[in-house]
């Protein structure tokens, strides 16, 4: 089990109540292992974070930016959470709310390639 700090763990239950329009649109293409039998969880505490949706299956955060997420400060912070994130052996893809509502299709495309390689990896490099 990846740690996590305890104290998070009433916030996220409370972020899981209130998502944002443009997690519970992805929510609904994650839950129930639809992507390759796999279960995501969202609003886990992973570290000193809260992440919006983890597969531990495949060692992989999934991140929903808005538009508070583009200030300089707000993209220093996200870049230390991805560092910090990925030196725990994650893989962190990021998208902005406007894809999840727009291009719904193709960010599934990449959760689910990225899930399978990282679950498969031996046949994305074959001999």
Same mark, same amino acid.
């Given at each position: 089990?990846?740690?996590?700090?305890?104290?998070?763990?009433?916030?996220?239950?409370?972020?899981?109540?209130?998502?944002?329009?443009?997690?519970?649109?992805?929510?609904?293409?994650?839950?129930?292992?639809?992507?390759?039998?796999?279960?995501?969880?969202?609003?886990?505490?992973?570290?000193?974070?809260?992440?919006?949706? #983890?597969? /531990? !299956?495949?060692?992989?955060?999934? @991140?929903?930016? +808005?538009?508070?997420?583009?200030?300089? *400060?707000? $993209? =220093? #912070?996200? /870049? !230390?959470?991805?560092?910090?994130? @990925?030196?725990? +052996?994650?893989?962190?893809?990021?998208? *902005?709310? $406007? =894809?999840?509502?727009?291009?719904?299709?193709?960010?599934?495309?990449?959760?689910?390639?990225?899930?399978?390689?990282?679950?498969?990896?031996?046949?994305?490099?074959?001999?």
């Amino acid at each position: 089990m990846l740690p996590y700090r305890t104290e998070h763990r009433l916030l996220a239950r409370d972020l899981r109540k209130n998502m944002t329009e443009a997690e519970q649109v992805l929510w609904k293409r994650l839950r129930r292992k639809q992507i390759l039998g796999v279960p995501f969880y969202r609003q886990k505490p992973l570290a000193q974070y809260i992440v919006d949706f #983890y597969c /531990a !299956a495949a060692m992989l955060v999934i @991140e929903l930016d +808005g538009s508070q997420h583009y200030t300089p *400060d707000a $993209q =220093q #912070y996200d /870049a !230390a959470r991805t560092q910090t994130l @990925e030196a725990m +052996g994650l893989r962190v893809l990021r998208f *902005d709310n $406007q =894809q999840v509502f727009q291009e719904l299709e193709a960010v599934i495309g990449v959760i689910f390639a990225e899930v399978e390689a990282r679950l498969h990896p031996a046949a994305q490099n074959p001999p």
